[in-house]
């Protein structure tokens, strides 16, 4: 038996190392709201918006030269002309631009007319197995070696231009340790004591061998190295997810065995102590100690990667197989450098996606390359080498899904384990028949795909509708389509009494968009009048858990009138307005009852967004904005206000003026009432800047 092959044995008591030695729903990318577009344009492939075109007047001439031309096409100006004469302009409907922009070109008022460009800022690591092509995983080329296809990666580079992690999200590995010597961390892309927390070893408990967590076998020190080897320093290999922090917890022993009840122990550890993912490159046997961890985990809202086996096409092992059950569990299978699925990787029902794992057979540079211990090891023996190495197998593959996993995670905290899985799910690049299938899932790995899910706003619901338009004096009940987004988190119902009005957000509903196949709300404080020409207008958008709101669904309205008088106890509502008043769109018609922060527009933005809030009495105000770690940036607002509606701009600058980076932003809401009578008042909300 070689390194590479995975075992498994009748003995459900044992676990032994899984390494040999769907219908794809790709994330749209979308910017304030607006879908990236691809095409070629003037010998160039370009990224743009649709609907927008940007324009610079001829000197000396204004808006008003235009201004028949805009109506032509029924568009308008939506980003007045500068100092420089540069503008935006919107096109109304879903018509071509760029005969748009064709016309604006030969306009003796423009100078010059083009679409609304979208640019990406640009990382990849400087670490030198990555820049050289041995780390084909992450990005492949058909480098030589190892050769295979072109894009046959997880598209790293992309996604780290949005998030590399963070110190905030914890990636624990069960395995055979991490490199250690003398009891310190060796290796020079594993030594960082701030990253690297140090666990039990459940395989030496009373460390009868002094060496802590050390690793013998030389598995777990490929697979930490794999998700999350220190990143961009200049040395070794890139991780995944090369920010998070990793959780060392060792359940195999240096003959790459371990009981499941080691296994259990190090879930249980990893969860009590902060860990969001879990990594388990290994497998067996079904039994009721390994499916006890598998429930504990779930039910602390904590993810569980596992290898699928490597049996050459057998069932999937176990935990990886409770994924069929347990939404907590994502089941990894492998592909090679050729982007097929590795021979040796395991099939079935339960599989949720592959990843790049290796071709298998003798070591070499067909396989993934990482991090391996710096002294004698028993991988040695076949073929692999000291300090960075080549392995192969489902337990090459699982690192990658946990490392995106931290990614993930690290953009939006408050994703459930079922939305990570979901949102992986419906991203990876389809391979083998179309749609979900039992040799790839739902398809291989695409990290960039899965992150900018994550941070792209939703779609705008759609088929908004009244169910009951002709019941006279009754509540409307709207109803709309749900949302497939994996990472919803819920709806904003806005309403007015035009159809494009100054919009005053009503109520939100809150609910998981794994379980919800329709979404409907009643309007307690209007009812249907079908003997009046007084409409009232609705509007609904989503909003996901990293507080990314959607475009506006279409309006639909109903001739109606307000309800003067209060809310019964039994009416359930959230309004936010005063409950004996309907309001209108007008602001200045009604002071606010309460206060409240609203969502910032756009969001993601870039170069600037708009935060409103609302002061139901006089009060003393102060606008922060903070980054992750808790740095204050700037302060936007700190003075008296009065009561009313109010908003105010960040540009993405700090308290010097200078511009900050591409992140995810805190904004937090404090008053203090004038009168000292009411308590403090502090909300804060998420925001994402993409330059």
Known sequence: MTFNRFICFAYCSLIFLSATPPYSLFAQERINGRAVLTTTWKNQEIKYVQGQVAAILKAGREKADIQTLLDQHSASVVREFDKLNWGLIEISGSGDIFSVIQELEQSEYIQAAEPNLVDRVQFDSNDPFFLDGHQWALKNTGQTPPGGTNDADIDAPEAWNISQGSANTIIAILDTGIPMLSGALSHPDLDDANKFILGPDYSDPNNLNGDSVRDLRGHGSHVTGIASAETNNSTGVAGVAGNCKVMIVQVFNSSGSGFSSWFRDGVIYAVD????????????????????????????????????????????????????????????????????????????????????????????????????P?????????????????????????????????????????????????????????????????????????????????????????????????????NPILLWDANSEPDLDHYLVWR????????????????????????????????????????????????????????????????????????????????????????SDDKTASLPQSISLSANHPNPFNPETRIEYELSEAAA???????????????????????GFFSVMWDGRDATGAQVGSGVYIYRLLVKPANGGSRPFVQSKKMVLVR
């Open 273 to 372: 102590n902060g860990a969001k993912v879990i990594n388990y490159s290994g497998g067996g046997g079904a039994n009721s100690t390994k499916l006890q961890a598998v429930q504990y985990a779930d039910s602390h809202d904590v993810l569980l990667v596992a290898a699928a086996g490597n049996d050459n096409g057998g069932a999937i092992i176990y935990p990886a197989a409770y994924s069929a059950s347990y939404n907590n569990v994502i089941a990894v299978g492998a592909t090679n450098h050729y982007d097929a699925r590795a021979s040796y990787s395991n099939i079935g029902s339960a599989l949720n996606v592959v990843a790049p794992g290796g071709a298998g057979g003798a070591v070499d540079d067909n396989d993934i390359y990482a991090t391996t």
């Open 496 to 583: 007015g009494t035009t159809p494009n009005w100054k919009t005053i957000p009503i109520t939100w509903e809150t609910s998981s968009a794994a379980n919800v196949t329709g979404t409907t709300w009643t309007d307690n404080l209007t009812r249907i009048d079908l003997n009046t020409l007084n409409s009232t207008y609705y509007r609904v958008t989503a909003v996901d858990v990293a507080n990314n709101e959607s475009d506006f669904s279409s309006a639909i309205g109903t001739t109606s009138s307000p309800i003067m008088r209060p809310i019964l106890e039994d009416e359930t509502t959230s309004l936010k307005e005063p409950e004996t008043v309907f309001l």
């Open 374 to 474: 710096n002294y004698p090891f028993a991988l040695e023996a076949y073929g692999v080498t000291q300090n960075y190495g080549y392995q192969s197998g489902t337990s090459m593959a699982t690192p990658h899904v946990s490392g995106v996993a931290g990614l993930l995670f690290d953009l939006a905290p408050s994703l459930t384990p079922l939305q990570v899985r979901s949102t992986i799910e419906q991203t990876a690049d389809d391979k083998g028949p179309t749609g979900r299938d039992n040799e790839y899932g739902y398809g291989r790995l695409n990290a960039f795909g899965a992150v900018n899910l994550i941070i792209s706003p939703p779609a705008a619901p759609q088929n908004l509708r009244i169910t009951n338009p002709s019941s006279q004096w009754a």
């Open 621 to 643: 105000v102060t606008i922060t904005i903070y980054n992750l770690v808790g740095q204050q940036i700037t302060t936007l607002v700190n003075e008296p206000k009065s009561a």
